[in-house]
């Protein structure tokens, strides 16, 4: 059974950082494309950054781009979303999900807020 559980969110003052996680079961990490969303107050859900499999490579939604950073940990089956230089508008519920077959997984989410 596929789970995921999210977790390392908080309070941070603006420019702050954090490191969130995404721990894995069911599957391994490494076979799998990783993705991290957010959701805002009142707004959709949006995509932030994704990790493949073969390579690793990496993509990033504009605003995110020289700021977040995501990691894999085969060895704990866990996926990592390093947030630096934090902006107010980074504050969301933050999400991984996973693809397998035609269904997506969530965790249940991880609550970042980005206040002075």
């Known amino acids: 059974q596929v789970q995921l559980v999210e977790s390392g969110g908080g309070l941070v003052q603006p420019g702050g950082s954090l490191r969130l996680s995404c721990a894995a079961s069911?599957?391994?990490?490494?076979?799998?494309?990783m993705n991290w969303y957010r959701q805002a107050p009142g707004k959709e859900r949006e995509w932030v950054v994704s990790i493949t499999t073969v390579g690793g490579r990496t993509n990033f939604y504009d605003s995110v781009k020289g700021r977040f950073t995501i990691s894999r940990d085969n060895a704990k089956n866990t996926v990592y979303l390093q947030m630096n230089s934090l902006k107010p508008e980074d504050t969301a519920v933050y999400y991984c999900?996973?693809?397998?077959?035609?269904?997506?997984?969530w965790g249940q989410g991880t609550q970042v807020t980005v206040s002075s």
């Open positions: 069911g599957f391994t990490v490494s076979s799998a494309a």
């Open positions: 999900k996973v693809r397998k077959g035609s269904i997506d997984y």
